[in-house]
């Protein structure tokens, strides 16, 4: 499970970590966005999107409605990578039920640490492709071709959510409903906190340094050989 701010590249580090270990990526977010293009999105995905695009988080209850629709990507042969999820206390405690039904548990909570000033000025020059989903930044990661996927060639657009107005609010937000995720995981001592200034890479390698670490031996085996590739 990935924790951190918004603008603290969560998405770009499970997105490294789904190629490099294949397992199965599982973002709320992108969940929600995917549904907005059907041709009737139904009001409760909507009501979902108006939230996400005034920065706020969306309800407790539409949240774990879609992960539990989704329950099955939770059981993947490589494992599941949760991005954006949970981000509330009773979020979590949802999903430890759920996990507990399906005879599941977590490895790890990583939770990515960056300062606020950073964080307002990735998310302010952040560019998302509307196609893959891949993330660029117009000054510390800018596409080839200007405004468009270097993977896809699909347009890249500035998120309604990485606005001025809607980046203070997601912050508020954050700080105000997610420290009791955190300390929640604190206490099933699952939380790795890892650094997330630096470049992509960078944070990659210290996600799994630190995943490296872990007591869990298969795991901590299977990252301690990614560490070495």
């Given at each position: 499970m990935l924790l951190g701010a918004p603008g603290a590249g969560k998405g770009t580090q499970a997105d490294l970590l789904n190629r490099r270990l294949h397992a199965c990526h599982l973002s709320t977010g992108e969940v929600f966005r995917a549904a907005a293009q059907l041709r009737e999105p139904s009001p409760a995905i909507q009501d979902a999107l108006a939230h996400m695009n005034r920065g706020e988080l969306v309800p407790d209850a539409i949240a774990c409605n879609i992960v539990s629709e989704r329950a099955d990507c939770l059981k993947c042969a490589g494992g599941f990578i949760l991005d954006g999820f949970p981000r509330t206390l009773g979020q979590a405690v949802q999903l430890q039920n759920l996990m507990q039904d399906q005879e599941l548990s977590l490895h790890a909570v990583i939770n990515y640490t960056l300062p606020a000033e950073t964080i307002i000025a990735?998310?302010?020059?952040?560019r998302i492709c509307e196609k893959c989903k891949a993330v660029y930044h117009m000054t510390d990661r800018p596409p080839k071709v200007e405004g468009r996927c270097g993977r896809c060639d699909g347009k890249?657009?500035?998120r309604e959510d990485d606005q001025p107005e809607a980046i203070q609010v997601r912050l508020e937000a954050y700080n105000h409903s997610t420290k009791p995720v955190i300390d929640y995981y604190?206490?099933?001592k699952l939380i790795v906190e890892v650094d997330a200034t630096g470049t992509a890479e960078d944070v990659f390698a210290r996600t799994v340094l630190n995943l490296g670490a872990l007591r869990h031996v298969e795991f901590a085996r299977e990252m301690w050989v990614l560490g070495q590739e």
């Open positions: 990735r998310l302010g020059g952040r890249l657009v500035h604190d206490k099933l």
